[in-house]
T-cell receptor
Framework: EPEVTQTPSHQVTQMGQEVILRCVPISNHLYFYWYRQILGQKVEFLVSFYNNEISEKSEIFDDQFSVERPDGSNFTLKIRSTKLEDSAMYFC????????????FGPGTRLTVL | GNSVTQMEGPVTLSEEAFLTINCTYTATGYPSLFWYVQYPGEGLQLLLKATKADDKGSNKGFEATYRKETTSFHLEKGSVQVSDSAVYFCAPRFQGGSEKLVFGKGTKLTVNP
């Protein structure tokens, strides 16, 4: 069964450093998403991406964040200058189309900012 | 505005007990409704969904019915197993052109043998 994959599973970085989180969505899916879950809190939407552009983003997704689909398979989230409060589990998801389609999630990347 | 309220846990049950986890929403339209489950150390998995009023989603013995009148989507299972121990999230996707899921706070379920 096709699944969303994410690398690395755990990333440790120093405050102020740039990090790139990688995701490989399910191959025939067209919509891609990033969510995050700060420890002990609820899962929050960051951004959705379709047709090589951002289709929706939350207030959390400020200028420090960017997303890219550099090739036909990868979908990345970049944080330019990490802060302590960026420490969280980051989930990538994909869906065939939007509206009522199901979003399938990857296993997550745990980001720890020291 | 649009919001979701989910019963907070933790919930501890004995094996074969009946489970209900409440989820209600406030919306200007009719959202699609999802339950996701997160097993220990794993990511989010879709458990079940319903996209219109009176639809019933079901999977692995879990059920939830889309109740427009009470704006609810309560998760139920008649007989839980130890392997059902996980965190359960109610997640509507509201109308109005938004694609995002809005997650409830999650309910941690522990089932003891």
């Amino acid at each position: 069964e096709p699944e969303v994959t994410q690398t690395p599973s755990h990333q440790v970085t120093q405050m102020g450093q740039e990090v790139i989180l990688r995701c490989v969505p399910i191959s025939n899916h067209l919509y891609f998403y990033w969510y995050r879950q700060i420890l002990g809190q609820k899962v929050e939407f960051l951004v959705s991406f379709y047709n090589n552009e951002i289709s929706e983003k939350s207030e959390i997704f400020d200028d420090q964040f960017s997303v890219e689909r550099p090739d036909g398979s990868n979908f990345t989230l970049k944080i330019r200058s990490t802060k302590l409060e960026d420490s969280a589990m980051y989930f990538c998801a994909s869906s065939i189309a939007s509206s009522t389609d199901t979003q399938y999630f990857g296993p997550g990347t745990r980001l720890t900012v020291l | 505005g649009n919001s979701v309220t989910q019963m907070e846990g933790p919930v501890t049950l004995s094996e074969e007990a009946f489970l209900t986890i409440n989820c209600t929403y406030t919306a200007t339209g009719y959202p699609s409704l999802f339950w996701y489950v997160q097993y220990p150390g794993e990511g989010l998995q879709l458990l079940l969904k319903a996209t219109k009023a009176d639809d019933k989603g079901s999977n692995k013995g879990f059920e939830a019915t889309y109740r427009k009148e009470t704006t609810s989507f309560h998760l139920e299972k008649g007989s839980v197993q130890v392997s059902d121990s996980a965190v359960y999230f109610c997640a509507p996707r509201f109308q109005g052109g938004s694609e995002k899921l809005v997650f409830g706070k999650g309910t941690k379920l522990t089932v003891n043998p």
